[in-house]
């Protein structure tokens, strides 16, 4: 994928458009999986989760914090960055929690090959799911998050959108990124683990 071509893919996400979204599904999903199938190495935690259980969380949270304007991604390989490190961190997350619990896997009976047998095109129902998501997304958002996510989404950094709106460009990075928390707590995504 050329840099342009991948701008124009990340600017059609961050707008909701559910093709963009289903483009990068596609292109980015089987190298999420790799990533976590090879770190998920503890047979008790394969029990209790899959590839497929932290794909969805990480692409969950990236088209959360995308349609908010979190991220400056330049490159198909940052990008992939990004989403293997969030996907090493939620594993890690739920490992802890399940160490926490302290549970007895040992009785369950989870065949990990049906898990792992999942399309590497987006279902109808996914694409719907993250179509409602970045709609749900854009409506929690107060008008002022909204332009701030709006500008973002145009390309515009902080200081651009200090002149523009006044304020402090510190300031309003902070207000976005409080407004993103608020969403991640309120979708029951771990909020600070992708970081």
């Not at 596609?26 to 259980?53: G, Q």
Request: charged residues 30%; aromatic residues 4%; glycine residues 4%.
């Amino acid at each position: 994928m050329t840099e342009p071509a991948f701008g124009d893919l990340i600017a059609r996400v961050r707008q909701g458009d559910d093709q963009a979204a289903a483009e990068l599904v596609r292109r980015y999903e089987p190298a999420i999986r790799r990533a976590v199938r090879f770190r998920l190495t503890d047979p008790r935690l394969r029990r209790t989760c899959d590839s497929l259980d932290i794909c969805q969380s990480v692409l969950a949270s990236f088209f959360v914090r995308a349609a908010s304007g979190q991220y400056d991604l330049h490159s198909p390989e940052q990008l992939l960055r990004l989403l293997t490190t969030m996907a090493r961190n939620k594993l890690l997350n739920q490992a802890r929690q399940e160490q926490a619990a302290r549970r007895d896997n040992r009785l369950v009976n989870n065949d990990l090959a049906q898990h792992e047998l999942a399309a590497t095109t987006p279902s109808p129902p996914q694409q719907a799911e993250v179509r409602e998501l970045l709609a749900e997304v854009q409506r929690r958002l107060s008008p002022e998050e909204r332009q701030l996510v709006e500008l973002r989404n145009q390309g515009h950094d902080w200081n651009s959108i200090a002149a523009l709106l006044g304020g402090n460009a510190v300031a309003l990075r902070q207000k976005l990124h409080r407004a993103l928390e608020r969403l991640s707590r309120q979708f029951g995504l771990e909020s600070g683990e992708d970081d």
